[in-house]
DNA sequence: ATGCTGTTGTTACGATCCTAAAAACACGGC
DNA sequence: GCCGTGTTTTTAGGATCGTAACAACAGCAT
């Protein structure tokens, strides 16, 4: 019981559909089929509007109609609705970024510009270390605290990393970090240096090279956020200033 | 070049984005990353609109943020943007489903309904065919005029119901289907008495065992529509007129 | 046949919500 | 002051939601 009906009529809303339109569907599937009045009344949606959202469900693939006094409504097999609505993503999808793909300026390569980005939430920072880590040609440094940001692909890319000679260093205070990651083939593990603060809001910090960085922390409400730079300025003064900080104590 | 900017739009507008979301993420993607002044200078949104309509871009993952003055954006790679949107669209249809799954009446097997159904849309038709089809235990007849009506998913079907020792028959006038379908392991092929009148409307023919059948008809405008019905009385007796005007000419 | 009742399908219309679009405003650098 | 940045408010338009009125029709009692 995840799942009720107010989450599912959302959830076919964000598919596209409206809520009637949803409701309908629904009800549809729960009768097996029926009449505009049999949908009313289980699907909270006035009986005047049935016969029109039907027949937009009907435009759709996603229902059938039978032409008879009164008409009557079947709702498509569930698997065959599903794939209707992911043909119909998959081909909005390609003519979007059919487009996009068109126009997009190509990747400038190496950046210049004196860049310090944000990004925000778990997924999408997972998403920019990866980037960051596959882009190593020679040294990367990887710390965190929490296992649970040493996902699958991370550890994947950084194995990646070591087939082409990339030095890989796994730094982290906590004991199952390092195992989990120096169980991976030449990778070097180490502990942070004592002097260093611990706060318990640091995420992770992912050094690659001299001159790319990612440094994220756990919000209040534990949502991380993470900011990183590459092939910038602001990066490689920033990788100076930690790398000496570790060889050199104050 | 078959995809043009609006049409672009419109098909990020599907997935789910604004049109103006829609309009920033295009434009981003071609400066590669910008401040809100670049972006409303080609996206044509007004640039007061641009700084919240990327904070809802970030929310989606679909771009990133650099706390400077002014504010620059950058999108994230198209190839991330578009895993982003599946995987939404995956889970959303997840929830949806699971809920109809859940509530969903359980199919009632053989139909004892007195219903003829309604299907628009070529695609709609080719699955409800293969539907029908598959549901075959001892006889199928297939007939049409239209080469472009014998899918491959529905080849695969009539294959699987030879091996299922169900006896198929094709029917056609077109010798290119007879041949298409006669290459088939086991299926028998025939062409239509010559009494049957020839109409250029009609699309597809469809009989399963003594009770289930499907018709088509191409409309004026080329787009398919069929009536069909599975374990009613109209099906046998319909079924049964068919079947006795071929064996007896009137 | 007549009148009553309930259902069906169509159409119209106001309320509501969201987006698009414009405008007003505060702030800071030059 | 003047210009550019960023925030906020306001207005208008469109789609959806929700209610209501209507004609057509079937069933049923008078």
């Keep these: 019981m995840s799942v009720d009906e107010p989450e599912a009529v959302e959830a076919f809303e964000r598919l596209g559909l409206t809520s009637y339109e949803a409701k309908v569907f629904i009800a549809l599937h729960r009768l097996g089929s029926g009449t505009a009045r049999d949908v009313a009344r289980i699907a909270d949606v006035p009986r005047s509007q049935v016969y029109s959202v039907a027949e937009s469900l009907e435009g759709r693939g996603l229902l059938e109609i039978q032409q008879s006094s009164p008409i009557r409504y079947r ?16 081909s909005e999808r390609e003519r979007a970024f059919d487009y996009v793909d068109r126009v997009r300026q190509e990747s400038t390569g190496e950046e210049t510009q004196e860049d310090i980005w944000t990004v925000r939430g778990r997924d999408r920072v997972d998403d920019r270390v990866v980037d960051l880590l596959s882009s190593a040609k020679g040294r990367i440094v990887f710390g965190t605290r929490l296992p649970e940001l040493v996902t699958e692909p991370i550890e994947r890319t950084l194995e990646c990393a070591v087939e082409s000679d990339v030095e890989v260093l796994a730094v982290s205070r906590t004991d199952a970090v390092r195992e989990q990651l120096g169980s991976l083939e030449g990778v070097q593990t180490d502990s942070p240096p004592s002097h260093h603060g611990e706060d318990h809001r640091s995420g992770r910090i992912v050094m690659v090279d001299d001159d790319g960085i990612l440094l994220s922390v756990i919000d209040d409400d534990g949502s991380e956020t993470a900011i990183w730079s590459s092939g910038s300025l602001f990066a490689s003064v920033l990788i100076q200033l930690i790398e000496a900080s570790t060889q050199t104590p104050s």
């Design 75 to 90: 709702p498509v097999d569930v698997d065959e609705a599903q794939d209707i609505l992911r043909d119909r993503f998959e």
